[in-house]
C-alpha cells in the first residue's frame, strides 16, 4: 500500500471525535454542493440509510443526488474529521471548517475514481485529502526564517543514518512514527524526501522554498528520532 494511503489510515485510526459546529458545517457543505449543480432529491433525513449501508453504497447514489446519502455519510464521518481537524492538527476553528468541507466536496468531485478502486475506501479518501489540505494550509501561512539554519540542540543530528534507518523501516510502521510525530507539512516532506525526490523538487511541489524545506525535513527528522528512542526498551 502505498505510504500516502498509510498515512491516511493512520490518521483515521488517531483521529478523536469532535461535534463543535457540526450543524453549522452540514448547512455549509449542503450549501456548498448544490452551488456545483448537485440537485437533492428527498428529504434530508426523511430516509435514513440503514447502518448496513456501505460507504461506496452511499456515495454511489449521493451523486445521484440522494440528500439521505449525504446526510448518512456526513454523520459517519465528520465528527472525527473535524476532531483530526480540529484537535490533532490545532487548525483554527475556520480553517478546520473549510477543510472538512473540502474533504467532502473533493469526495464529490471524484466519486467515479474513488469508487472504481478496489478497496473502495472512502473514509481513507477524506482523511488523505484533510491531510493534504492542512499541509498547503501550513505551508502557505508558515513564517520561516530566511537562512534556514538549525537551532544549536538540532546540530548533532546525523541525518543521513537517521535517514537510513527510516528506509529499513516497513511502510506500516514508518506510516505510524509520521502520524504521531510530525505535522502533515512534515510528513510530506520526510515521504518525498524518502521517495528520492530532491529540496528544489519539494519545494516546487508544495510552494515553499528550499530552505524551508531543508527546515521542515531536520526538525521533522529530530522528531522521529525521539520518537524512535521512546519505543527503544530502557
Sequence with gaps: ??????????????APSDATDLARLRALLFGRLRATGWAPSGDLRGRPPGLVDSDEALLAVLVRGDAAAFDALFDRHAARLNGYARRRLQLQPADAADAVQEAFLILFQKAEAVLAHEPVNVPGFLFGTLRNKAAHLMAARSREVADGSPDDRELALDE????ALLQRETAEKLASLLER???PL???????ALDDRDGPEIA????????????????????????LAEEEPS
Excluded: F, Y
Aim: a positive charge.
Design 181 to 183: 510525530a510530525c505535522n
Design 160 to 163: 543521513g543514518g537517521l535517514t
Design 204 to 227: 516546487l511541489a508544495l510552494g515553499i522554498t528550499p530552505n524551508h524545506v531543508r527546515q521542515l525535513r531536520h526538525r521533522a527528522l529530530r522528531k522521529l528520532r525521539e520518537a
Design 1 to 14: 500500500m502505498p505510504l500516502a494511503d498509510l498515512l491516511a489510515r493512520a490518521a483515521m485510526l488517531s
Design 186 to 192: 512534515e510528513q510530506e516532506v520526510v515521504s518525498m
